[in-house]
């Protein structure tokens, strides 16, 4: 089952400028993105960035990287000028693995990318975890997805779903017991000719609503399939206090 991982990478974050050049445990937060990345089956890894900084700290450790246009609005468009530059064939896998996961298991990457090989169906995979806690469950930085029962996205929101109508009544914000909840992660995998499909398609009005890129495949009639992870992600890096969770991480590592 070969696969390719693409890391894409920008300099100009709103929240956190410079975040893949920031400095975790003594390397370049990319630097640990793209360690992960090796360390799984890909039989190919390479940063996709339009930033000569970024660039230039990736080859200083051995990372191969493409430079793309600086006018993309999201990684996944940075990610087909990639596809679309290498030739790679409309079958192929590719993986998405966000420059801003220094803490992604491996393990995960292959599992993703293991998801979509099995499913002729789907079009994209994923991956989601159990929600334990009240507090994640009704925080909009924290994406929920639910499937049907082979295990295909219905739906990703920022709200708690499914909404539990008795539970949640009169503005309880407490965790039900016997319902199931699931955190998307944010990891992809994709076939090349969909990632060429999809970059072509506008944004989806639900894709708009809830600014999550992933619901314009579902807009259009696409399959995403969805695996629960075999361990849980460690945290990603959006804000200044996750760099201080990141390194706790990698230390207990």
């Known amino acids: 089952m070969p696969f390719k991982v693409v890391i894409p990478a920008r300099h100009g974050s709103s929240r956190l400028p410079g ?8 390397k370049p937060l990319i630097r640990h993105v793209y360690e992960r990345a090796c360390a799984t089956g890909a039989e190919e890894v390479l940063v996709a960035t339009d930033d000569a900084r970024i660039a230039a700290a990736c080859r200083a450790f051995g990372a191969e990287v493409a430079m793309t246009r600086t006018d993309h609005p999201s990684g996944t468009d940075r990610l087909a000028e990639v596809v679309a530059a290498r030739g790679w064939p409309g079958d192929t896998l590719v993986v998405n693995l966000q420059g801003d996961e220094p803490c992604m298991p491996p393990a995960l990457v292959d599992q993703v990318a293991a998801g979509l090989a099995a499913q002729g169906r789907a079009s994209m995979a994923t991956l989601a975890y159990p929600i334990a806690e009240a507090e994640a469950l009704f925080d909009p930085q924290v994406v929920k997805v639910v499937t049907d029962a082979e295990g295909y996205a219905l739906y990703f929101s920022r709200a708690p779903i499914p909404w539990h109508r008795d539970e949640f009544s009169g503005g309880r914000r407490a965790r039900p017991g016997g319902t199931t909840f699931l955190r998307h992660i ?5 076939r090349a000719a ?8 506008p944004p989806a009005p639900l894709e708009l609503a809830e600014s999550l890129e992933q619901l314009r495949a579902l807009w259009h009639g696409e ?11 460690g945290p990603g890096v959006d804000i200044p206090a996750d760099l201080e969770r990141a390194l706790a991480f990698l230390s207990r590592r």
């Not at 969909?194 to 398609?201: A, G, I, L, P, S």
Request: net charge positive; glycine share 6%; hydrophobic share 55%.
């Open 194 to 201: 969909f990632v060429e499909r999809f970059v072509r398609w």
């Open 223 to 233: 399959a995403i399939q969805v695996s629960l992870a075999r361990e849980e992600p």
């Open 186 to 190: 944010g990891l992809y995998a994709y």
């Open 19 to 26: 975040k893949p050049l920031l400095a975790i445990a003594g």
